[in-house]
């Protein structure tokens, strides 16, 4: 038995469902997803749902609000989604892999060791950017090093507005500053590469019991020990999304993202002379003053181009495979 509103139910979800459809519906949370079924949270309880009883299976998002029929042989209504994490599914065919449904902040986790790298975290950001989500950066493994300023100072670079926590995740009492973040009916995702903690997080938070495994000292790596998404109720009532850890973020669309994490960079953008300046050797080029004057950060640009290389490609590729797929013809 669940109370909704702990779980995340709000008026933008209570209104896709009509005064008539309360007696034959009845609304519920994905917690988990497997390959044929999901867990469900509701008032009455927690079940399993065939994925076939969806319309669509392969659009659901652990997050995602769903309305159950009380007629078992009705399909499940997915409802509409406040927000979305997604990003590309590897393999490089452009496809859309949903991370998580209406979360409201993004626990980006990256380990005070090799793991931190300015171009992984910048990619969260443009993730939760673009999809309107509070973006918290939480550092863990801060135990390990003598230096945990350094990674604080190298992450508040990248956004000095934004909330960034050095802990040792396996020790709750350091993660007291971090609950204020997970108020009763709010979800927090957390994500980030194997390893970094994300699980272990979730356990000294929620007094969850998500498995965790030592990473291994030869590469320093994690090893994927989670392997599906899935939602943590807190004992005061907010909700915690693990997820399996990811090396690389291909974004999906992202150009609003991608604008919002680099102002710095944008801002010379449209001081170009020239509409279509390539930033190379173009007479009148701001970027190119800037790198030069040195108020422009080479390393943010190289980035920031780098970014804008992969969207140009992924929505070529997105451009071909809708291309292939065959039309319905108009009779
Ligand atoms: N010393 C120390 N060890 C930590 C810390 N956070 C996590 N660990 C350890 O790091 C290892 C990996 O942690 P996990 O929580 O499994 O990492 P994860 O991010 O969930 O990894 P995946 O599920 O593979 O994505 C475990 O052995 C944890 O005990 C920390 O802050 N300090
Ligand atoms: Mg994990
Ligand atoms: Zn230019």
């Given at each position: 038995?669940f109370?909704l509103?702990q ?8 209104t896709?469902?009509g ?32 994925i076939?009883?969806f319309?669509?299976p392969k ?17 499940v209504r997915?409802l ?6 997604a990003?590309?599914?590897?393999g ?9 449904a209406?979360?409201?902040t ?10 931190f ?7 969260f950001?443009?993730l939760?950017?673009q ?5 918290v ?11 945990a ?5 190298a ?6 507005e ?7 995740a396996r ?6 500053d ?7 009916g709010?979800?927090?995702?957390l ?9 272990t997080?979730?356990n000294?938070?929620?007094d969850a ?8 000292t ?8 989670t ?24 974004l ?6 991608i ?9 010379y953008?449209?001081q170009c002379?020239f509409?279509?300046c ?6 009148g ?8 004057c040195g108020t422009?950060d080479?390393?943010?640009w190289?980035?920031y181009q780098?970014?804008q290389?992969?969207q140009?490609?992924?929505?070529e590729?997105?451009?071909?495979r809708?291309r ?6 108009n009779?």
């Amino acid at each position: 038995m669940f109370d909704l509103n702990q779980l995340g139910w709000k008026p933008f979800f209570q209104t896709q469902l009509g005064a008539e459809e309360w007696d034959a519906y009845s609304p519920a949370r994905i917690a988990l997803i497997h390959r044929s079924h999901c867990v469900v949270w509701s008032a009455q309880d927690e079940h399993e749902l065939q994925i076939a009883r969806f319309k669509n299976p392969k659009d659901l998002a652990v997050g995602d609000w769903v309305a159950l029929p009380h007629e078992h042989r009705k399909t499940v209504r997915l409802l509409n989604r406040e927000n979305e994490l997604a990003r590309q599914a590897p393999g490089g065919r452009a496809q859309k892999q949903l991370i998580g449904a209406n979360i409201d902040t993004l626990l980006i986790v990256s380990s005070c060791n090799d793991d931190f790298g300015e171009s992984r975290i910048e990619r969260f950001l443009a993730l939760a950017a673009q999809a309107g989500i509070r973006p918290v950066i939480v550092l863990t493994k801060a135990d390990l090093t003598g230096d945990a300023d350094h990674f604080k100072e190298a992450a508040r670079a990248l956004d000095p507005e934004i909330q960034i926590e050095c802990v040792d995740a396996r020790d709750p009492d350091q993660l007291t500053d971090l609950h204020p973040l997970f108020p009763p009916g709010e979800t927090t995702a957390l994500i980030g590469a194997s390893g970094v903690g994300k699980s272990t997080l979730i356990n000294s938070l929620a007094d969850a019991d998500q498995p965790t495994f030592e990473v291994s000292t030869f590469d320093g790596k994690g090893q994927h020990t989670t392997t599906a998404r899935s939602l943590h109720l807190m004992p005061d009532g907010g909700l915690l999304l693990d997820t399996p850890g990811m090396r690389e973020l291909q974004l999906v669309t992202c150009d609003l993202g991608i604008a919002a994490v680099f102002p710095d960079v944008v801002q010379y953008l449209d001081q170009c002379r020239f509409n279509n300046c390539l930033h190379q050797s173009d007479a009148g080029c701001a970027i190119r003053e800037a790198l030069e004057c040195g108020t422009l950060d080479a390393a943010r640009w190289t980035r920031y181009q780098q970014l804008q290389v992969e969207q140009t490609q992924y929505l070529e590729t997105l451009a071909a495979r809708n291309r292939r797929i065959p039309r319905p013809r108009n009779r």
